[in-house]
């Protein structure tokens, strides 16, 4: 009897320690899970744009690594996990990133250049037989070129707020060639100029949602186009009314709603959003060329992006997109007759490519490859934000 009471002691005693080890690496198993928790806490709050807390810099789009964390054992009980590296993908296009950290500023020098051309032959007549045509041909060849500079400045005024103002300064160069075949053939070349300021833009962005439980965060905003640049009907004409120079703005104010939604998925960041666009009409009420222009409304446009961006290496990304925009006819009383325009489709392949030089500094280069046939060609842009 002695004997068994000392061989269960003996096993009780065993048991204890037993059950204090797997205490014990629960214990520490928890303190891992916590520590996972908050680095995964602090990563999805780098990658909705708030910044990670103690950060001295916001980070334009920021996905975790999430192999090493879920998709790796433990190093060991009680050994923290390593840190899982900050990937930033900077090179989605313009107006499609995260938010600026509350607090924080972002200046953006950028400069662009866009090309478009096009032909055009129009026949007023009559064909008799195939070659045989009795009227007037008229061909057109044009080749627009524009360079223009922008001072762009973010603040992060709330967590989820951001202010934004836009300052453009424009250089557009036009080459049309004419050819109007009649008795005789006539061709002429118009070279046309026009630099200044463009118009001046003021918007927001407002982040929507927190991004949590595998949805997309959602940001709306909202644009204001003034009309600071010189004016379609503002610049010099001959007495014919056909324009000696190039207007540097639209001559309208406009405003436009978006939405947008960013999605990270290790390591890409999936993006998109619509747009409405609204032209405020105008009363010109001016003498053009012998006619009377009076109230003129630009047409309105929807527009619809998609793409995504994927990060090389924490401070390589690239990313390929498609946005398009359908451009309603504008309305125009002229002589006291109102006309109405073409509708217009503008679409256009997407890619870029950005690199951190520092943790503060980024120099982004995007493309923009015309589809469409009211189009630009091409439009090339670079950007360089610094976070301060």
């Known amino acids: ?10 096993h009780a005693t065993e048991q204890d320690r037993i059950v204090a080890d797997q205490q014990l690496q629960l214990k520490l198993q928890g303190q891992e899970l916590e520590n996972l928790r908050r680095l995964s806490d602090a990563l999805l709050q780098a990658t909705r744009g708030t910044g990670v807390p103690g950060s001295g810099a916001p980070a334009p789009i920021t ?35 995260v938010l600026t950290p509350r607090g924080h500023w972002v200046v953006e020098p950028s400069t662009a250049y866009t090309h478009g051309s096009s032909n055009r032959l129009v026949f007023r007549g009559i064909e008799i037989v195939t070659g045989l045509q009795i009227g007037v041909i008229e061909a057109n060849d044009a080749d627009r070129n524009a360079a223009e500079a922008n001072i762009d400045v973010r603040y992060g005024l709330l967590d989820r707020l951001e202010l934004e103002a836009r300052v453009p300064y424009l250089y557009r160069d036009d080459r049309v060639t004419t050819l109007a075949q009649r008795e005789a053939s006539a061709t002429r070349t118009m070279f046309l100029r026009g630099y200044g300021p463009g118009d001046i833009e003021l918007s927001g962005r407002y982040q929507i949602n927190s991004g949590l439980g595998g949805w997309p965060v959602f940001i709306a ?20 009314g056909v ?28 993006f998109g ?47 390929l997109g498609y946005k398009h925009n359908y451009i309603y006819p504008t309305k125009s009383v ?9 509708s217009l489709q503008v679409g256009a392949f997407m890619f870029g490519w950005s690199f951190a030089v520092t943790d503060r500094i980024t120099i982004s280069n995007n493309y923009e490859i015309g589809t469409t046939r009211d189009s630009p060609d091409m439009r090339v842009m670079i950007r360089i934000p610094v976070r301060f």
Request: glycine share 12%; net charge negative.
């Open 334 to 342: 002229l002589g006291g007759t109102v006309q109405r325009s073409e």
């Open 1 to 10: 009897m002695q004997k068994q009471v000392e061989q269960q002691a003996e």
């Open 63 to 97: 996905i975790a690594q999430a192999a090493p964390l879920l998709g790796s054992p433990p190093n060991s009980v009680g050994e923290a996990p390593a840190a899982a590296p900050r990937v930033e993908v900077a090179s989605v296009p313009e107006g499609l990133g």
């Open 243 to 270: 324009a000696q120079e190039l207007a540097t703005g639209s001559g309208f104010w406009g405003a436009e709603a978006s939405l947008t939604f960013l999605y990270p998925s290790d390591p890409v960041v999936i």
């Open 221 to 240: 905003g909202v644009r204001v186009k003034t009309d600071t640049g010189i004016s379609p009907f503002e610049v010099d004409r001959d007495q014919f």
């Open 273 to 319: 959003g619509i747009s409405y666009f609204d032209h405020m009409l105008k009363h010109i009420d001016r003498d053009v060329g012998g006619v009377i222009v009076g109230k003129v409304d630009p047409g309105d446009s929807i527009g619809a992006n998609l793409g995504f961006g994927f990060a090389l290496n924490p401070r390589f990304s690239f990313s």
